[in-house]
């Protein structure tokens, strides 16, 4: 059971340049969730998907589009990488659309935009 | 002003003492807390979570709820060196759906 399955785990870009995020669960979870974590900056929600077919906004979306392929998919793009996108990308899911419970995470994604 | 707020420490304790972890929110319409421990380089995990307001115990760890003061607390007791991560206190949004994180507080144990 890997549970939350992040691609890739490191990435650098040059700004200007595009790139996905992959996530997936294997949980069978409804809600999955994007967060950046930045020095001294906690975790902050970019968007999040409370169930399959539906995206919203979080604290911090600009720059970001997701797609919730499936239920198991939840994938984050960049369509134009800045210097401020340098971060560590946390991917989450949890069982419940409302209470947001319990948050699995991934082990994350260490991206740095040159 | 971020809706979670956490000093960021560090905090350093002795081990064998007791950590003290502080978090205050400001919607006072939130009604599940969480704790989160993270280990440097590594993803966050739960501790725990409280719902109620008072104390909810679980082995060394203490969660404190006081929704009148808008505050919420983590007491480790006993501490180890192995509790030395970064502590994260979240609240669930408005809307119910997510999770918002504080910026996480830093907890030293020196053996």
């Known amino acids: 059971n890997a549970g939350v399955t992040q691609t890739p785990k490191f990435q650098v870009l040059k700004t200007g340049q595009s790139m996905t995020l992959q996530c997936a669960q294997d949980?069978?979870?409804?809600?999955m969730y994007w967060y950046r974590q930045d020095p001294g900056m906690g975790l902050r929600l970019i968007y999040y998907?409370?169930?399959?077919?539906?995206?919203d906004k979080g604290e911090v979306p600009n720059g970001y589009n997701v797609s919730r392929l499936n239920k198991r998919e939840f994938s984050l793009r960049l369509e134009s990488a800045a210097p401020s996108q340098t971060s560590v990308y946390f991917c989450?899911?949890?069982?419940?659309?409302?209470?947001?419970?319990?948050?699995?995470f991934g082990a994350g994604s260490r991206l740095t935009v040159l | 002003q971020k809706e979670v707020e956490q000093n960021s420490g560090p905090l350093s304790v002795p081990e064998g003492a007791i950590a003290s972890l502080n978090c205050t929110y400001s919607?006072?319409?939130?009604?599940?807390f969480f704790w989160y421990r993270q280990y440097s380089g590594k993803s966050p995990e739960l501790i725990m979570f409280?719902?109620?307001?008072g104390d909810k115990e679980d082995g060394r760890f203490t969660a404190q709820l006081n929704k009148a003061s808008q505050y919420v607390s983590l007491l480790i007791r006993d501490s180890q060196p192995s509790d030395s991560a970064t502590y994260l206190c979240?609240?669930?949004?408005?809307?119910?759906?997510?999770?918002?994180f504080g910026k996480g507080t830093t907890l030293s144990v020196s053996s």
């Open positions: 949980m069978n979870h409804n809600s």
């Open positions: 998907s409370a169930s399959e077919g539906t995206t």
């Open positions: 979240a609240v669930k949004n408005q809307a119910g759906t997510a999770l918002i």
């Open positions: 989450a899911s949890s069982s419940s659309f409302s209470g947001a419970n319990v948050l699995t």
């Open positions: 409280i719902y109620s307001n």
């Open positions: 919607d006072r319409g939130s009604q599940s």
